[in-house]
């Protein structure tokens, strides 16, 4: 059983009293998150992934489709408790320490006393800020806020861990510690739900990604899956390609690219390349080597947010 299963969860924002605006956040999104994966939620600025956790867990109600997480409805108890939270651009008190930020947020999740104590100081160790436990936070850094709102957001052992944006912000050192850090917990076990619009973070650790633009999943697959479908080849040519194979070639092809030797052609199906291949050779060209080019998330991403564009 999912741990997350989602249908059509759709959320109209209504705002205006005068002028009621509306605004679609999401459209039908169903998702499925499998225990112990990290799933990773893509999409621009205002594609909805805020929203969507949001709704996750109770703080903004959807207007329709449904949602259970632990095979429990929406707004059970459960799922707060069992479920950690690092909100997007999250705010703490600035004359706090880190520790009593972290006994504040165990406090609320009813733990006191020693227990309390160790918990917000094992954590803060787990996170790289051990010896920042006593100083205010006011003095922290972006990176070390994310840090400490991830420890926040894991005071209740959590199984699964909800993150807006946890790296936005953070220099590379300081997200590569975050992204080694979310491997360490799924290895325990937790289960990881990542909103970014920080694709090349993303395709790092996910084990699954969703891609939603304007309120719409686009995709969804392994990294590994929506990678290899792009169907661009690079062909190395014994000679120089002429202009005049290359005028044949562009017509049947979707993109040609490529210098001298060599070529980079994305075909429509994966057939079109005997095609192109054919035509070489009645140039009287030798194909030395032909692999098929994986391009990152980040390329997959862009174009497909550019072909919706034109819808
Ligand atoms: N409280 C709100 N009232 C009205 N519109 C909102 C509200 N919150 C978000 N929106 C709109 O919903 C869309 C999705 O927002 P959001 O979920 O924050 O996306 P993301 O997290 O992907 O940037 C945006 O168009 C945003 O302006
Ligand atoms: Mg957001």
Redo the contacts with the bound molecule.
């Keep these: 059983m999912p741990i997350v299963h989602t249908q059509q969860l759709t959320k109209i ?1 209504r ?1 205006g009293f005068v002028k009621r605006k509306e ?1 679609a ?1 999401l459209k039908d999104v169903s998702i499925s998150v499998e225990r112990g994966e990290i799933f990773g939620l893509l ?10 956790v ?1 709704i996750l867990l109770s703080i ?1 109600f959807p207007t329709k489709g449904q949602a259970e997480i632990f095979g429990q409805k929406l707004g059970a108890l459960e799922i707060r408790e069992k479920s950690g939270y690092l909100p ?1 651009n999250h705010r703490y008190p600035s004359f706090l320490t880190g520790l009593q930020t972290l006994q504040l947020f165990g406090q609320l999740h009813g733990l006191n006393g020693s227990v309390l104590n160790d918990k917000a100081k094992s954590l803060l160790e787990l996170v790289g800020l051990k010896d920042w436990g006593k100083v205010k936070i006011k003095r922290y850094s972006k990176g070390m806020l994310q840090r400490l709102g991830l420890a926040q957001a894991l005071m209740n052992d959590p199984e699964i861990l909800f993150l ?1 944006e946890p790296t936005d912000g953070v220099d590379p050192v300081g997200r590569k510690e975050i992204r080694d850090l979310l491997k360490d917990l799924r290895a325990k076990g937790t289960t990881i739900f990542l ?1 970014s ?1 920080m694709l090349s973070e993303v395709e790092a650790i996910s084990d699954r990604v969703a891609i ?1 633009n304007k ?1 719409e999943v686009l995709k969804i697959g392994t990294v590994a899956d929506i990678t290899s479908t792009k169907l661009e080849y690079e062909i190395q040519l014994d000679q120089i390609a002429s202009g005049q194979l290359c005028e044949k070639i562009r017509p049947l092809v979707r993109e040609l690219k490529g210098n001298e030797k060599t070529l980079i052609v994305a075909v429509h199906d994966k057939n079109d390349i005997h095609t192109v291949q054919d035509l070489i050779r009645q140039e009287g060209i030798f194909v030395e080597s032909m692999s098929p080019r994986k391009s990152s998330l980040e390329d997959y991403f862009i174009q497909l947010i550019q072909s919706g564009e034109g819808k």
């Design positions: 924002y705002s605004v956040a999409g621009p600025n205002g594609a909805g992934k805020t929203t969507f949001k903004v997007e807006d909103n619009h939603l309120g």
